[in-house]
Nanobody, 121 residues
């Protein structure tokens, strides 16, 4: 059965860094497109970063240059390295596998529990 488990969130000061992990089972990260989403209180869930099966990537303008998506196929794990964090990055972060087409990522039906990231001023 498909399972996605996010971890690595926490409380950091502005300018700090965090590395989020997404451990997957029931699906193979290396042969599926994958992405990271976040949802802040009172806001809709938004795509932060995505990666194709050929490791092409796309990022939201708000995080470009600060966040990096990657994967370790041997560990079947997806990562999100977040640097120079800002208070506006505060949200619950979720990973997902789905489909990639012309630089557009479409999430699949499976979601993990999410991991909380809080950035103080």
């Amino acid at each position: 059965q498909v399972q996605l488990v996010e971890s690595g969130g926490g409380l950091v000061q502005a300018g700090g860094s965090l590395r989020l992990s997404c451990a997957a089972s029931g699906i193979t990260i290396g042969i599926n497109a994958a992405g990271w989403f976040r949802q802040a209180p009172g806001k809709q869930r938004e795509l932060v970063a995505a990666m194709s099966t050929h490791e092409s990537t796309t990022y939201a303008d708000s995080v470009k240059g600060r966040f990096t998506i990657s994967r370790d196929s041997a560990k079947n794990t997806l990562y999100l390295q977040m640097n120079n964090l800002k208070p506006d990055d505060t949200a619950v972060y979720y990973c997902n596998t789905g489909a990639w087409s012309y630089l557009t990522y479409n999430p699949g039906p499976y979601w993990g529990q999410g991991t909380q990231v809080t950035v103080s001023s």
